[in-house]
């Protein structure tokens, strides 16, 4: 077949993805130095640079067809869904017209298969506490993560996981974590010591949609009476659950754009044995706006809402505490305290410095700086009559230092709390991430 240079050069296209870190990439980035072949049917697809993952898997994961045409929701599933995985170092795609059709080129680095690095939490809690990391990608060649962690200082904490990430519709995605905590909670005033086994099972609705079961086994261990629902000072509880999941981001790490929501419901304890009787309700919504080129939006609202009696049907440590870093920034940590929350935040975001890119060995890697203004609104509640009463509002200004391996340092100012003044808080990754856990 005889090539058109003209055709060629006038519908050349690069897209380039940069996947980092252990979680995704620096935010997706498209550059397009002729119109895109949008509408022209892909006659071939060909995959270069593979070493650990095999070519079926990147296949299947593609919206690209042979025999489709190539558009721009295709490219956006594709970047979006290559990202989503977190095994490669960078994608850059060559979409190619010759005649009325498409020559579609994916020229992959992916990530080493042993990949070390640094851990690093900040809790409202037990302050800073770091250590390292380890992750193996691409097991047996297929689409497996094996990791684990370490950490010292306010807390000890170790973790290993197995898992599988969300991949094409139709295909199933587990994922098997370990943890092992010994934390000085100055909340509830007591030192906890637990175990947790947590197993999850999905199976992939839609591309931007998955199904899963949970469940899991908590051991915690108290050193103080009266925390725990056992009189032995430790209670050993199964749960079980569902859980449904959307997202829609256009990144991984730095999103700007789409929705990201959770919606599960689990069962602790009761007709499963072990202490406890309650049913724990959440629901997650995250959206990003893009406003202009360097100005975004960022909302999340988050509830949790629990049956039973605190003391009674739910351990004491299973209440929430909001307030501070990861709730409502303004007000000191456990201002509010209830077994349900609900919690609410709008968030500004202006790019002093678009995240940039950059490589070292095997590595890309990417830095960039935010600024922002928040307000914050929630609440924690017992008693129906406690919800209104509770309620506490923050706002303020931050800092976020785009950065490999912990994707955002955020350095915040808040106020909101009489007579409190300016409270500072500094945290890493999403607020919305560390929002819906247990320790934050």
């Known amino acids: ?172 995605s587990y994922g098997v974590q370990y943890n092992y905590r010994d934390r000085r909670d100055k909340h509830d005033v007591h030192r906890e010591n637990s175990h947790e086994l947590d197993l999850r099972f999905g199976v992939n609705l839609h591309s931007d949609w998955m199904l899963s079961a949970r469940g899991g086994y908590l051991s915690f261990g108290s050193d103080t009476p009266g925390i725990t629902l056992s009189p032995a000072n430790r209670d050993h509880t199964p749960y079980l659950g569902a859980m449904l999941e959307y997202d829609h981001l256009d990144s991984a790490t730095v999103p700007r754009n789409g929705w990201r929501g959770i919606f599960d419901v689990t069962q602790s304890g009761g007709f499963l044995g072990g202490e ?31 049956s039973g009696r605190v003391g009674d049907d739910i351990p004491v440590y299973r209440d929430f505490h909001i307030g501070g870093t990861n709730t409502v920034r303004g007000w000191e940590s456990g201002a509010r305290q209830g077994k349900n929350q609900f919690i609410n935040t709008v968030e500004y975001r202006y790019d002093l410095l678009h995240p940039r890119l950059f490589r070292v060995r095997k590595y890309s890697l990417y830095y960039g700086l935010q600024l922002a203004a928040f307000a914050d609104l929630g609440t924690a509640w017992s008693e129906g009559g406690d919800f209104t009463r509770n309620v506490i509002a923050g706002g303020g200004v931050g800092i976020r230092f785009l950065v490999p391996f912990l994707d955002v340092i955020r350095l915040d100012f808040g106020f909101g709390q009489a007579g409190a003044g300016i409270q500072p808080h500094v945290h890493i990754h999403e607020k919305a991430h560390y929002t819906r856990k247990r320790i934050r």
Not at 1 to 13: I, N, T, V
Not at 59 to 70: C, D, H, M, Q, T
Not at 146 to 168: I, R, Y
């Open 276 to 306: 406890g009787d309650f049913i724990t309700a959440q629901v997650d919504l995250r959206r990003y706006q893009s406003l202009a080129h360097r100005h975004g939006l960022a909302l999340f609202t988050f509830a949790s809402l629990q």
């Open 1 to 172: 077949m005889r090539k058109d240079p003209l055709a060629l050069s006038r519908s050349f296209c690069v897209l380039v993805v940069f996947l980092t870190g252990l979680s995704g990439s620096a935010g997706a980035q498209s550059y397009f130095a002729f119109p895109v072949p949008y509408g022209k049917i892909v006659r071939e697809i060909r995959i270069r640079g593979l070493v650990q993952t095999q070519e079926s898997t990147v296949i299947r994961i593609l919206a690209s067809k042979v025999g489709k045409p190539y558009t721009e929701e295709t490219e956006d599933h594709d970047r979006r869904f290559l990202d989503r995985l977190g095994f490669f170092a960078a994608v850059q795609a060559d979409p190619v017209v010759v005649g009325d059709e498409v020559f579609l080129t994916l020229s992959i680095r992916e990530l080493p298969h042993f990949v070390p690095f640094p851990k690093l939490t900040i809790s409202d809690t037990n302050g800073t506490s770091g250590g390292m990391g380890v992750r193996m990608a691409n097991l047996l060649g297929r689409t497996i993560s094996l990791s684990g962690s370490f950490k010292l200082g306010g807390a000890t904490h170790a973790d290993v996981s197995l898992e599988t990430p969300w991949q094409a519709p139709g295909e199933k």
